[in-house]
């Protein structure tokens, strides 16, 4: 399973950030999988905002829950994070992974397969 994280690299403050991930080599519809999208705030650890998972059910870290929406199209493969009200403490490396498993959807070490990753900064 192959994942590519696609986005701007920069947005401004009260902006919405939308960040695409797309798979290759599995389908988001398998049966198991968790589908979700991380972040890594410079010197700082990595962080899980929310999940999407094979039935198309999501799920939200408390802290963004507010803010945070993940959709998807199982046209393309893809699914997508909608950030709302970015604010600069939300620039980071974003990343999209993928893990058999609906156990520990919330831990990144659980993680099997991982986007590159994408910088995005928040400035005006």
């Known amino acids: 399973v192959q994942l590519q994280e696609s986005g701007p690299g920069r947005t401004k403050p009260s902006q919405t950030l939308s960040l695409t991930c797309t798979v290759s080599g599995g389908s988001i519809t398998t049966n198991y999988y968790i589908w979700s999208w991380l972040r890594q705030p410079p010197g700082k650890g990595l962080e899980w905002m929310g999940a999407i998972r094979d039935s198309g059910s999501t799920y939200y870290s408390p802290s963004l829950k507010s803010r945070t929406s993940i959709s998807r199209d199982t046209s393309k493969n893809q699914f997508t994070l909608h950030l709302n009200s970015v604010t600069p403490e939300d620039t980071a490396v974003y990343y999209c992974?993928?893990?058999?498993?609906?156990?520990?959807?919330?831990?990144?070490?659980?993680?099997?397969?991982w986007g590159q990753g994408t910088q995005v900064t928040v400035s005006s």
């Open positions: 992974a993928a893990k058999n498993g609906y156990s520990n959807y919330d831990d990144p070490i659980r993680y099997d397969y």
